[in-house]
């Protein structure tokens, strides 16, 4: 689907003027953390084989059973996409990554929105808060560039993200498998191992 000028906008948008937009530090309680937003072309090999291995040790296990399957290569593909945005959780004052969030500006379905590819919090982070600054972050982005809604994929097995997202006002989306039209018949709703989630902004 061709982009909208809106999503073509937001494209053009450097990370400093994305910056401008979200909050740059986090104080957590004994965890004072820096925000750096930067584009798919400005990480360093590093920082991809840093949020690369997050991403492993999160996923490959619930990966490898389900209808994705575990495919090291598409999803480096997807995750370091010309198109792709991070933000970058550290520790301040430290050069590990804590947590990420990738994310697109696309246009889907005739609409102008964000799509959350992957959101991951080291596993000695996790329980923090930091995921849901995450995503609060991208609200704040979707306002900025009049984008219409978020939207994200999870998979059924995942309860404690499904858990997070459903709290904060993601709810199924139409497009998603499972999701039964008002008067629609179960009979005819694809079951899968994941459910496309959105939230109106
Ligand atoms: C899912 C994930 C991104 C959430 O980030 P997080 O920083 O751990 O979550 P937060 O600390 O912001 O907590 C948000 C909510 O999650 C739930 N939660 C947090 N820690 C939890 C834990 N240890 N057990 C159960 N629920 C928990 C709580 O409901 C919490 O809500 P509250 O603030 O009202 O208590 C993170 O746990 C993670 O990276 N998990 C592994 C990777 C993953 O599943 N990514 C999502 C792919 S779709």
């Known amino acids: 689907m061709p982009s909208s000028k809106a999503v073509k906008f937001a494209n053009k948008a450097s990370s400093t003027r994305l910056a401008n937009v979200i909050s740059s530090t986090y104080d957590l309680p004994a965890l004072p953390c820096t925000v750096v937003v930067c584009h798919s072309n400005e990480l360093k090999k590093s920082e991809c084989s840093a949020i690369w291995d997050i991403f492993e040790v999160n996923m490959r296990e619930l990966y490898t059973p389900s209808s994705f399957g575990w ?4 999803k480096r593909k997807e995750l370091f996409h010309s198109l792709s945005r991070f933000l970058l959780v550290y520790k301040t ?9 990738m994310f697109r500006f696309e246009t889907d379905y005739d609409e102008d929105i ?21 995503l609060g972050e991208l609200v704040k982005l979707c306002g900025e560039y009049q984008m219409e809604r978020i939207f994200l994929t999870v998979l059924k097995a995942n309860q404690r993200a499904a858990k997070l997202y459903k709290s904060i006002g993601f709810t199924l989306d139409p497009t998603s498998p499972g999701y039964v039209e008002e008067g629609g018949s179960m009979e005819d709703v694809e079951d899968m191992d994941y459910e496309i989630l959105s939230k109106p902004i």
């Open 71 to 74: 495919n090291p290569e598409s």
């Open 93 to 101: 004052g430290d050069s590990n990554i804590l947590a990420f969030v």
């Open 114 to 134: 964000i799509y959350c590819y992957d959101i991951h919090v080291s596993s000695a982070a996790q329980g923090l808060g930091l995921g849901k600054k995450l």
